[in-house]
Each structure stands twice: as structure tokens, then as C-alpha cells.
């Protein structure tokens, strides 16, 4: 369930510190009841743990189909030949179909170029 855009909207005040009456001037439609029933959707809001995952592999394999699968040999062949013929992270991550940030992290773990 994803919040309201009103409830979206104290619920920012709130976290600025605002106190009830700083955020029921911000739009005097609002109500004492509004800003308890933010508080009840952000309960309602399903919480990302540190066990799950934030994000949706699937999603990212839409535009990078091999994002999250093992290298193979081959592909660490490839990303080396890539590197050497000058080609950008960009093209790299193009051509392996795999996300920009993982050419990163295989090229420092491939000592193909320095720790950042």
C-alpha cells in the first residue's frame, strides 16, 4: 500500500521536526485527524528489512539481463578485452548486459584498474 500524497506530506513535516500546529498551517484543509491517520498508513506500509532485499532483480534484469549472476571465465575474458580496447564502462556494461556498477567492482577484483 503506498501513502497518500497528503499523508506523504506531514509525514515530511514530522521528520523536519514540525511541530502539529507548523504543519496544520501548511494547508488549512488539514485537520489533528489527518496527521493521526498519515501516522496509521505509514504503520500499514509494508517495512523493508535488512534481510530482504530493496530492490527487484527482475526489474533490473529488464534492462540488465545478467545483473546479479555469477561471471564466468568467459565473461572475465571479455570484460578484459573490453577494458584494454579502451571501451567505457558505459559500452562495457552495454555489451555484458550487466549494470555499470558491477563493470566497476569486476574491474577493480580483475586488478584491471585501481581501488577507487
Known sequence: MALSEKSRAILQAI???H???QILVQDLAWTYHDIFQAAAEALETPQVTNEGKSYDVEEIRHDH???Y???SDG???????LCRSGKSVREIATTLH????????RMVK????ASP
Open 15 to 17: 521528520a523536519k521536526g
Open 19 to 21: 511541530t502539529y500546529e
Open 65 to 67: 539481463p545478467r545483473a
Open 69 to 71: 549472476e555469477k561471471w
Open 75 to 81: 565473461e572475465d575474458g571479455q570484460l578484459s578485452a
Open 98 to 105: 550487466r549494470q555499470e556498477g558491477a563493470i566497476r567492482s
Open 110 to 113: 580483475l586488478n584491471l584498474v
